[in-house]
């Protein structure tokens, strides 16, 4: 089947992109059975693990109010400290 793509729209920021491939159906714009396996060899990682020691009590409530957003702990860790120093 020879389907009519349709045009992807230039977007004028990161957050506009997002905002627009959260909503669309990429198949309209993408055949997929034309894609082609990448790799990356050289990419280095952007981030570094580090060791903290927190309270049980603290790492629980973390927990909670992660599941309640319904992201990993840890990325909510990530983003009150990034809050905190921005």
């Known amino acids: 089947m020879n ?4 045009k ?3 977007f004028r920021s990161e957050k506009e992109e997002r905002e627009f491939w959260q909503k669309a159906d ?3 714009y993408i055949d997929y059975a034309k894609a082609e396996r990448v790799s990356f060899p ?3 990682l952007t981030s570094r693990p580090v060791t903290i020691r927190l309270p049980v009590s603290l790492i629980d409530k973390a927990k909670r109010r992660a599941h309640q957003r319904d992201i990993p ?5 990530k983003d009150i400290l ?4 921005a």
């Not at 389907?3 to 349709?6: A, C």
């Not at 990034?82 to 120093?85: D, I, R």
């Open 26 to 28: 990429s198949t309209e």
């Open 42 to 44: 050289n990419l280095k």
């Open 3 to 6: 389907k009519k793509l349709k």
């Open 8 to 10: 992807i729209p230039v």
């Open 82 to 85: 990034f809050k905190a120093f």
């Open 73 to 77: 702990y840890q990325s909510l860790l």
